[in-house]
């Protein structure tokens, strides 16, 4: 199992990104595909996560109404579009994948850094 994020950057406040996360290796839709971030000297932090058989999303009151999580089953990927980015957004982006029965499994993918400046 592979999850390749990417997209991250360097943006002005105000600013947006797109990060995608690449999937092999899995049935997208046995899985919950979810985005998670850890800014310097913080928990890691769950963001927004989207259910692979559904759709059914979800986002962290930090995040409502500013990104927007997407998946494209045929190309096994999830995007997460970060719209009007704040400093606070600034953070390594990780992706991960959980399975959605019995045995527990998740995968994680690397990080992408994404800076938001003021």
């Known amino acids: 199992v592979q999850l390749q994020a990417s997209g991250g950057g360097l943006v002005q406040a105000g600013g947006s990104l797109r990060l995608t996360c690449e999937i092999s290796?899995?049935?997208?839709?046995?899985?919950?595909i979810g985005w998670f971030r850890q800014a310097p000297g913080k928990e890691r932090e769950g963001v927004s996560c989207?259910?692979?058989?559904?759709?059914?999303?979800f986002y962290a009151d930090s995040v409502k109404g500013r990104f927007t999580i997407s998946s494209d089953k045929d190309k096994n990927t999830v995007y997460l579009q970060l719209n009007s980015l704040k400093p606070e957004d600034t953070a390594v982006y990780y992706c991960?994948?959980?399975?959605?029965?019995?045995?527990?499994?998740?995968?994680w993918g690397q990080g992408t850094q994404v800076t938001v400046s003021s």
């Open positions: 290796g899995l049935t997208f839709g046995d899985y919950a």
């Open positions: 991960n994948a959980d399975f959605l029965a019995i045995p527990i499994k998740r995968f």
């Open positions: 989207i259910e692979g058989r559904f759709g059914s999303t």
